[in-house]
Nanobody, 122 residues
Framework: VQLQASGGGLVQAGGSLRLSCSAP????????VGWFRQTPGKERECVSV????????YYGDSVKGRFTISRDNAKNTVYLQMNSLKPEDTVVYYC????????????????WGQGTQVTVSS
């Protein structure tokens, strides 16, 4: 089972993008969903996570105040609104689902999307 991530692209610094992640309902309804990103040569880091009911969220320090995660359970979709983008946000973003509660630990995520490239030009 694979999640579908989309919404990446090329944007100028200071601009915005919205990433989307969809999953089969039987998985989506039971799981927290997270966005991760990975720079070549570095470990995959947790960007943001949202709980099953959407009430609890987590943001990494580097994106706090700029990114907003949300979910539409009726559409089985999680969104990551990215504002005030910086060149250092340039990386592949992955969405993942799995844990019953919010977690930043990669091993707790059983299902992953294929990744979507975000490129921010200076």
């Amino acid at each position: 089972v694979q999640l579908q991530a989309s919404g990446g692209g090329l944007v100028q610094a200071g601009g915005s993008l919205r990433l989307s992640c969809s999953a089969p309902g039987r998985i989506f309804s039971r799981a927290a969903v997270g966005w991760f990103r990975q720079t070549p040569g570095k470990e995959r880091e947790c960007v943001s996570v949202i709980s099953r009911n959407g009430r609890n969220t987590y943001y990494g320090d580097s994106v706090k105040g700029r990114f907003t995660i949300s979910r539409d359970n009726a559409k089985n979709t999680v969104y990551l609104q990215m504002n005030s983008l910086k060149p250092e946000d340039t990386v592949v973003y992955y969405c993942a689902a799995g844990p019953r509660s919010t977690s930043t630990i990669l091993s707790k995520y059983d299902y992953w999307g294929q990744g979507t490239q975000v490129t921010v030009s200076s």
